[in-house]
């Protein structure tokens, strides 16, 4: 609301009513998780802007009441989805619903709404993940699609799905399949037991050393070739 100090005409009320409009109708907001209730996906928000209330004597500072029992949007369907940790500091963007969402969020069924309210602080529903300058991403990876908890990650690009966990674990997939951990990899191990394999020989007392079957040594040779088809 502008204050006047002189006899206001139309054109001065209009717009007066117009910023009046604008400064009441809630759209859309920034706020912060102050809490999170996991059993039924509710939180409870503080915006980080303040309302500002102007008088003849100057404009007054106003700090909002924490919204409370805001649904949080969930990216899960009835049959399959994801769900993510949200926690106290996660940023978060409120918007407010053209109508009273009251009856629709305690039953779930489509119904008149409960009140008259319009885009009001009661109506309020959060979208996690909205990020500031202050707080961006570090290793954002705009060539692949990434799922991660921490340093624990599954990467999905056009060729290739790797899981990675903070042990030093890792499984890649292509078109062969890597196992491996900061110590270990799956294919050397088993590398290294068809070498053992082939070379396995028998003593015998009278002719020395035996060597392994041609038959075996064949077969071996022929699981050594599938291996390395499926593995790396």
Known sequence: MTIFRGEPDLS???????????????????????????????????????GIRETPEGDIIQEYSLLQDCPVLIAKSLLGGLTIPINQGDTCLVVFNDRDIDNWFS???????????SHDFSDAIAIVGIRNLVNQISDYNNTATEINYENNKIILDTSNIKLINNLGGQINIDDK????????????????????????????PVSGNLPIDGATASNLSALSTRLNALLK
């Open 12 to 50: 001065d009320i209009m717009d007066n009513l117009k910023d009046d409009v604008f400064t009441e109708l809630n759209c859309h907001r920034i706020g912060v998780i102050q809490s999170f209730n996991p059993s039924n996906q509710t939180a409870t928000i503080k915006l980080v802007d303040k």
């Open 107 to 117: 039953d779930g069924l489509v119904q008149k709404p409960n009140t008259a309210r």
């Open 177 to 204: 399949l890597e196992l491996k951990n900061t110590a270990e990899n799956l294919k050397l191990i088993i590398d290294d037991l068809i070498t053992a394999l082939t070379s396995l020989q028998c003593v015998d």
